[in-house]
Structures are given as C-alpha cells and as structure tokens.
C-alpha cells in the first residue's frame, strides 16, 4: 500500500513539472535579478536563468529602461545552454507579442503605431513595437518628402498594406494615413463650403492653367480664366506661390469634392454697357494680346478684347498670316465694326483705319488718265500693272494693240517692265482697276470710220489675195471682200483678176467698230450704180436695152 502511494506521488510530481517546466520556443516571465556587462540577468523560475543585452530592451533611438526587480517577457530559445543557463531573447519576445497585435489590428483594418527608425533600399524601416516592417519611399507622404530626418523615431499610426507571418514580411504605409485624416478634414471643410462664399487662401501651387490655392486644409482650383477678365497668358502675372489672395467659390462639386475659384468675379464685368461705349464706326487705340491664323485680338480695355479678322487686317494683302501685318503688344487703331455683349464679342478692322486705295485711286485717277507702273505679274489674259497705294490693275490683252492680236502683242512685255496706260474704269467694290495700254494712242479706225457709213462708196487698195477673196485696205481699215462680193458677174469673180497694189471701187455693207472692220462690196456697188443707172435713163420695158441705159450712164459720168 505504501509502495503504490509512493509511485503514484511520484507519477505526480513528474507531472506536475512537465506541466510547469516553460516549453522551449514560447514567451515567459522573469524578473530582472541583477544588471551587469551589458546583459540583465533574468530568473524566469525552476532554478533557470539566462542572460539578455540590454539593447534588445531599449525603443529605436532610446536607452534600455530597465531595472533589478523588474518583471520582463523574453523568448525562451533553449533551456540549458553549455554554460548551464537558459538562452533568452527579448526581440524575439516582443516580435511573436507584436505579430500576435499587428495580425489582429490587420483584420480589423485599425492603424498601428510604430517609429522609423533607418534607411533601406527604396524606403525605410518602421518598428512597430517588437515587430519590424518596410515603409516605401512612395508610402511616406502624399507628396515626395525631401528630408525625413523630422520623422525619425518619433511614434505615429500607419497602416498595414501586406503581412506575411511566415516570411515575417510586413508592408505599411504612413501615406494612407495621412490621406484618410486628409479626406475626412476635407468632407468636412466642403461640406460648409457654397457656391457665392468669398474666403482667403494661399496660392500652394502654380501651373500652366492655373493655380492650387489652399483654403485651409483642402485646395481649390483657380483657373487661370477666372483670374482676371483681360487675357492672360500665364497664372504667374497674377499670383505667386504663397501669396494669400481673395476668391470666390464658383462651383463645388460634393460627389468629387473639387472647387472651382474666382478672382474676376469679385471685380466688375467690364463687359457691361460695352455697346454703348463702343458704337459702331468709332475708332479706338488698343493693343494686341494675341496673333492665330484667322486674325489679331486687340484689348481695347482691361478685360476687353476685339477680333481683327484677317480679312480686315489690310485691304491689298490678301493671303498673308496676320503676325506679318502685326505684331504681339503693338499699339495699332482699329475701327469697331459689330458688338455682341451677349457672346462677349467685339468685331474690329484695322484696314478701316486707312483709306479705301481703290476709292482713294478712283478720286485721284478718272477713267481717261495715264498712269505708269511696274509689270508686276503676266497671265494667260493679260498684265497686272503696279499702282500707287499698293494695288494692281489690269489690262487685258485686247487693249494691247489696236492692229495685233493680244497673244501677239504681250510677247513684247516682261515682268518688271515700266509701262505706261490709261486708265478705263475702276471698280471699288470688286476692287478692281481696267487699264489700256493701246488707248493711249487714238484710234485709227474709229477716226477713218466716222466718214464713212453704209452704203457710201470708198476706193480701196488691195494688199493680200487669197482664194476665198481679197484683203483691201481704205485709210488704215482693213476688209475683206469675199470671192461672191468680187463681181455681179460670176465670170469675174475670181481674185486672180486683181493684184496687191491695185485699186478699186468698192460699196460699204457695214461698219463693225467693235471688231474694226470694214463689210465691202464691189457687187453690190455695181448692183446700185446699175439700179441709179435704169432710174436716171430709162427702164428695160420702154425699149432701151441695159447696154444703152449703161452706157449712157457712164458718158455722162466721164463727161461729168
């Protein structure tokens, strides 16, 4: 009976030590029994104790604080090692204790504190209570910090991007933090915030479209077309960076949270009564802002700009770009031409300004004056010829010459010739000048032809045959009488008969002036001389034969 009691207080008290004895890689307590080179002595129970630097209890950039007496948790790594003593960690203590926290803060998405304490590759190294995590240099702050030297060591909540316990991985990011706090302070500063309000800001930002002004604690776009109501090229000629401005809410958007700012609307629309101030055909000095491919904007005031149209720019320069007739900040007159105060539009001219050359030329130049320029331009139908005021005119190749043809006569012209014309009509609207170089010279035909008329009888000299008739010419006419025209007698129509120099009879059919020809007849000269013949001496029914009416007739004229 005592045996058995014996062997079972034995069985106990074994057991009793297996379950009291610390298993080897799990956290215990000890108490700090003394402090010496460095290490604190712990006695973590069952006549066990074990060693620990100092520095594995010190914070990142702090001293250990620790004390005899104290009760810590360490790692308890072995039991026995061959100095007889248990090998002990506090890292590890405080890593399995913060991994235990950082999990459970990681499932329910709450932030941790931790502290920066070094540089690594591509960021840093954050503690955060025992376990060690990377914080990327992109994950530091909303914008790119230059100096993090003021958040080294110092406590602060971040937030865990990736865990990974059996790697011992651990991603945070102080950035998100940051954003969230960022996010809740700027629902509510916009939530407050109404179209109409007029607050001060601080410029934080200026780009090419505007500037970023802070409102204290949420930023606001100002664009640069709500800066001022004159044109600006560049934010920068109305703010700089940290400059406390006033504006006024144009618009915010809660589902976004942006804002829009204005400086022009806390001013007076210059806008207003424009169209009275500038009637239309008044004339104003401006100055141009900007040049495009369609024409100039003039300011005529601060915050009011006209449109020159190219077409307006200048009367003879047709197809040049506008930065050739102006130039940016050049002070020109310009005429108001059209005001729309409703489309914030005002049409200028610059051509306006300076007479009408067509106009000034036709005062200066009626139809009949000579006028003398340079050949400017040859085409297919005819000269352009340089005139005062910039302009060109015209002459056709028909007002060449009065004998040759046109083709002909503009073989006699180059480009850069002088030559002088008349000048025969100009016409304004289609900005258009005729001119004639032949009229300078007084029309042969016209005067030869103002004697003769149709049915008068002119003698002609032959100067060309040809089958179909002959070429004949009376005082610088020129005609042509058809071989059915040679003779009332088919037997002498034939041009042979004739030779150049000859000369003859002939009757006039018609008078072309505009084609300048002669119409002549030498049968119906006959024909008449043959009718007046039969009047004058009797007709065929009284006996006489035509052979004695003719005859008669033509005794009586070589006696006349």
Same mark, same amino acid.
């Given at each position: ?190 939530? !407050? ?7 001060? =800001?601080? +410029?934080? $930002?200026? %780009?090419? @479209?505007? *500037? /970023? #002004?802070? &409102? ?60 009275? !101030? ?7 000095? =401006?100055? +141009?802002? $900007?040049? %495009?491919? @369609?024409? *100039? /904007? #003039?300011? &005529? ?260």
């Amino acid at each position: 009976m005592a045996k058995a009691t014996m062997e079972e207080f034995e069985a106990m008290l074994n057991e009793s030590f297996e379950l009291e004895t610390p298993e080897e890689g799990s956290v215990v307590r000890g108490t700090v029994l003394a402090i010496e080179a460095g290490q604190a002595i712990i006695d973590i129970g069952y006549k066990m104790e074990g060693r620990v630097d100092l520095k594995e209890f010190a914070k990142p950039g702090h001293d250990a604080e620790i004390n005899i007496g104290d009760t810590v948790e360490v790692f308890l790594d072995r039991v026995e090692n061959t100095k007889g003593e248990a090998v002990l960690s506090r890292d590890k203590a405080r890593r399995e204790e913060a991994w235990d926290r950082l999990e459970k803060a990681n499932d329910k998405g709450e932030r941790v504190e931790g502290a920066i304490f070094s540089r690594v590759k591509g960021g840093f190294t954050v503690d955060l209570g025992g376990a060690v995590a990377f914080l990327p240099g992109s994950q530091v702050d909303v914008r790119p910090v230059r100096d993090v030297g003021p958040l080294m060591g110092q406590p602060q909540p971040f937030q865990i991007l990736k865990m990974d316990r059996r790697r011992g991985n651990i991603v945070v990011s102080r950035r998100a933090v940051l954003e969230e706090s960022r996010a809740e302070q700027r629902a509510e500063i916009v939530g !407050k915030l109404k179209e109409g309000d007029i607050i001060d =800001g601080v +410029v934080k $930002n200026v %780009t090419d @479209y505007g *500037a /970023f #002004v802070d &409102l204290g604690g949420v930023d606001g776009l100002l664009h640069v077309t709500d800066m001022a109501w004159r044109r600006v090229n560049h934010p920068s000629e109305i703010v700089n960076i940290g400059e406390t401005v006033k504006v006024q809410v144009v618009k915010v958007n809660n589902d976004t949270q942006r804002i829009s700012l204005g400086m022009k609307q806390l001013m007076s629309d210059p806008w207003d009564g424009v169209e009275a !101030k500038y009637p239309l055909g008044s004339k104003w000095s =401006g100055r +141009v802002t $900007n040049i %495009t491919d @369609y024409g *100039a /904007f #003039v300011e &005529l005031e601060a915050g009011v700009e006209g449109l020159v149209h190219v077409s307006e720019m200048s009367w003879t320069k047709k197809n040049v770009h506008p930065g050739k007739i102006v130039s940016t900040s050049q002070e020109v007159e310009v005429i108001v031409l059209d005001v729309d105060s409703s489309k914030r539009r005002v049409s200028l001219g610059l051509k306006q300004t300076q007479g009408n050359p067509w106009e000034v030329f036709a005062e200066k130049h009626p139809n009949g004056t000579r006028v003398e320029g340079e050949v400017k331009n040859i085409t297919e139908f005819g000269l352009f010829i340089g005139l005062e005021g910039d302009i060109d005119g015209m002459v056709h190749l028909s007002d060449l010459d009065w004998s040759r043809p046109g083709e002909q006569a503009m073989q006699d012209y180059k480009k850069g010739d002088m030559v002088e014309a008349v000048v025969l009509d100009v016409d304004v609207e289609k900005e258009r000048i005729s001119l004639g170089v032949k009229q300078l010279e007084g029309d042969a035909f016209a005067d030869a032809a103002q004697g003769v008329r149709r049915g008068s009888v002119v003698t002609v000299t032959v100067t060309a045959i040809e089958d179909g008739g002959i070429e004949v010419e009376h005082e610088g006419m020129k005609a042509f009488i058809r071989r059915s025209d040679l003779s009332r007698d088919r037997s002498d129509q034939r041009p042979e008969r004739f030779a150049v120099g000859d000369k003859t009879d002939a009757r006039v059919t018609s008078v072309d002036t505009k084609a300048r020809r002669l119409g002549l007849s030498i049968k119906a000269l006959q024909i008449a001389e043959e009718r007046e013949a039969v009047e004058q001496f009797g007709s065929s029914d009284s006996g006489a034969s035509l052979g004695d009416i003719l005859g008669a007739a033509l005794k009586e004229r070589n006696e006349g």
